[in-house]
């Protein structure tokens, strides 16, 4: 970016020098209306022609202040140029007499300021050299005499220069306190100001606040890391660039407390969908009154995640329950129905098609049920088994060739998972948790006929400290729409004309029972991609 002029935090000294100049002016126009002042007509010139000189001096020394320099160098000509010009002023003013030898104690004073003690020490030496020298100068023969400064006497010069020399020294000695006070209370500052930045930067939430114009004024690292924006990015910009569904936010208007608080989906810079809570309250100036907001926020994607999953199993464990109490009511009459049938179906004639036919409808459709109630009591025993070693590579090739001699041979396994790669559970579980996933994959007729598995250690982990492992099954069939796609764990939930909705369901609680996780994401037209997380076995 450009460099513009930076003269803002200078202003009030500037303001200062040139009331100062201002008030040596009139002072010298005063005096030469009354016509019978102390100053004779050329040092009346000789004032007019200093306060030229001082008035363009400021400005040259603002014009460099604003633009940019060395600013310890401009310190240093600044301070040159001021005692300069006091010293030119004393002088033709009347020497040691001069009213205007007070000015080397502001001098002084702004000496240690703008530098510290030791430029208070140093300028006070200075003055007290200066004015000896203008004091005495003209009756030494040193300097030429200015109208009357020759006709001091002796006596009077050296009591006029013995007090502005103590007077000196004192304000020395209260501008060296000064300075050091001054120090302190920076250095203090600093500290303070440092704290407050490390405290901004390191709290767990995302902060911003913003001017009454909605504009951003600050923005910490939690912040960037939530929204993908940098804070040079985001400072100065709208809030609406940063985070659009907060842009509502009423800065006038708090909420019950003093702060609003409420929650928002949002779509961060790299993409991901994030849940955000957020709270806002008035930021007032020193007088009270409203001038902007400060707005914390915090990711609440896992939590919400989370609540929906402790939800979910309430569902599952309620419905597994009433799963098993089902199950065992039905199969044992359905066993003599399946008997009975069988024996009616031997004593039927050869020639009695019709009626065989019928007998093979009730004989599928009461294997459909029998195979109903075996899902609905895999579902509803899924505790958490025994626990050893399963290769998943190997596992995966064992039911892609299964799956090839079905009604999916035409499907393909693309099996991507590392040969190393062990999950801890029960075999037999595992087993079914990918073979409901492979069928269920199959069946979305990928449009490229394959499906993918792929996998490894835990993503962010330590290959060799991750006690988690991963596995994805993708494939590019049709896909689940987005309001569907959050029940397709529930029990008996289907989008198959025969499906039982039991299958995802199981999966589920297989794999939470084996302490691991499952989640789905799908995109219509484009397929589904789901990741299983497994406990890792121990190698």
């Not at 600044?78 to 009213?99: F, K, M, N, Q, T």
């Not at 939430?205 to 993908?228: M, P, Q, Y």
Request: aromatic fraction near 8%; charge should be negative.
């Amino acid at each position: 970016m450009a460099s513009g002029p930076r003269i803002g935090p200078r202003v009030g000294a500037f303001a200062v020098r040139l009331g100062v100049i201002a008030a040596i002016f009139v002072l010298a126009v005063l005096l030469e209306v009354a016509g019978s002042g102390p100053y004779s007509r050329s040092q009346l010139e000789a004032l007019y022609a200093l306060v030229l000189a001082a008035f363009l001096a400021t400005l040259a020394n603002a014009a460099l202040v604003a633009y940019g320099g060395d600013a310890s160098r401009q310190r240093l000509y600044e301070l040159i140029g001021d005692g300069l010009l006091i010293s030119a002023l004393v002088y033709c003013s009347d020497g040691g007499r001069s009213v205007f030898a007070f000015l080397y104690n502001i001098w002084i004073v702004y000496a240690a300021v703008r530098v510290g003690a030791r430029g208070a020490l140093l300028t006070a030496g200075l003055s007290i050299g200066a004015f000896w020298f203008i004091a005495w100068g003209p009756i030494t023969g040193w300097l030429p005499s200015f109208d009357r400064g020759a006709r001091f006497g002796l006596d009077e010069v050296m009591i006029a220069t013995s007090i502005h020399s103590a007077g000196y020294l004192f304000a020395s000695a209260l501008a060296y306190r000064l300075a050091h006070q001054i120090k302190r209370g920076r250095e203090e500052l600093a500290e303070l100001g440092e704290l407050h930045q490390r405290i901004f930067e390191n709290v767990s939430s995302g902060l911003l606040t913003v001017d009454g114009g909605g504009r951003v004024t600050s923005f910490n690292r939690e912040a960037a890391r939530i929204t993908g924006f940098s804070p040079d990015e985001v400072l100065g910009a709208g809030l609406d660039q940063v985070i659009p569904q907060m842009d509502a936010i009423p800065v006038q208007s708090p909420g019950p407390g003093g702060a609003a608080r409420e929650e928002l989906s949002f779509t961060n810079r790299a993409g991901d969908k994030l849940h955000l809570g957020f709270s806002s309250s008035l930021l007032r100036n020193a007088v009270g009154e409203p001038d902007g907001a400060i707005l914390i926020f915090q990711d609440l994607t896992r939590v919400v995640a989370m609540e929906e999953q402790l939800r979910r199993s309430e569902r599952l464990s309620a419905v597994g329950q009433l799963a098993a109490g089902l199950a065992h009511e039905i199969r044992n009459p359905l066993a003599s129905l399946s008997g009975a049938i069988e024996l009616l179906a031997g004593d039927l004639p050869a020639e009695d098609t019709s009626s065989r036919r019928l007998f093979r409808i009730v004989e599928r459709e009461t294997q459909r049920l029998d195979r109903l109630v075996s899902e609905f009591l895999s579902y509803a025993r899924s505790g958490p088994g025994r626990r050893e070693p399963v290769e998943l590579r190997g596992l995966i090739e064992e039911l892609a060739q299964l799956l090839s001699r079905g009604d999916h041979h035409a499907i393909s396994v693309e099996n991507a998972l590392p040969r190393e790669l062990l999950a801890e559970g029960d075999p037999d579980r595992v087993r079914q948790v990918f073979w409901n996933l492979l069928l269920n994959a199959a069946q979305a007729e990928p449009a490229d006929g394959r499906v993918t598995i792929s996998g490894g250690v835990c993503a962010g982990t330590d290959a060799d400290d991750s006690s988690e492992i991963e596995v994805v099954v993708s494939d590019t069939g049709r896909g689940i729409p987005n309001d569907l796609l959050e029940r397709v764990f529930e029990p008996f939930f289907t989008t198959k004309p025969r499906g039982t909705g039991l299958g995802l369901a199981t999966v589920y609680k297989l794999v939470e029972a084996g302490g691991g996780q499952i989640g789905i994401e799908s995109q219509v037209g484009a397929g589904t991609r789901v990741r299983v997380v497994l406990p890792r076995a121990a190698t």
